[in-house]
Nanobody, 125 residues
């Protein structure tokens, strides 16, 4: 597993915002994609957003215009700003590293080699 510290999960009402942070020394600043995934019980882990070394991004259609992925290589931290949250965004969220070189859709979990622990995001209606 990636040695990461994920913060920012929690509960919010629909329409609210949360920001997730994933601190991963050694992985955020390299030449491979880092990404956010999410998973609900009984379903496949879904790619939410990815960012590559040059800052290019890709997003799942379900979050485009609402979520923003970014990273700060000076403190080895990956972020996911989530706005206009919906109940269907409720899931366990994971950060992943050592992905492909380019950020393209779809974001495929099998292309990532290292994973952090999850953080729960719950959106109530």
């Amino acid at each position: 597993q990636v040695r990461v510290a994920i913060t920012g999960g929690g509960s919010v009402e629909a329409g609210g915002s949360l920001r997730l942070s994933c601190e991963a020394p050694g992985y955020i600043a390299n030449r491979r994609c880092v990404s956010w995934f999410r998973q609900v019980p009984g379903k496949e882990r879904e790619g939410v957003a990815a960012i590559d070394a040059d800052g290019s991004t890709s997003y799942a259609d379900s979050v485009k215009g609402r979520f923003t992925i970014s990273k700060d290589t000076s403190n080895y931290t990956l972020y996911l700003q989530m706005n206009s949250l919906k109940p269907e965004d409720t899931a366990m969220y994971y950060c992943a590293a050592e992905g492909p070189v380019l950020a393209r859709s779809p974001i495929i979990k099998d292309m990532y080699n290292l994973w952090g622990q999850g953080t729960q995001v719950t959106v109530s209606s």
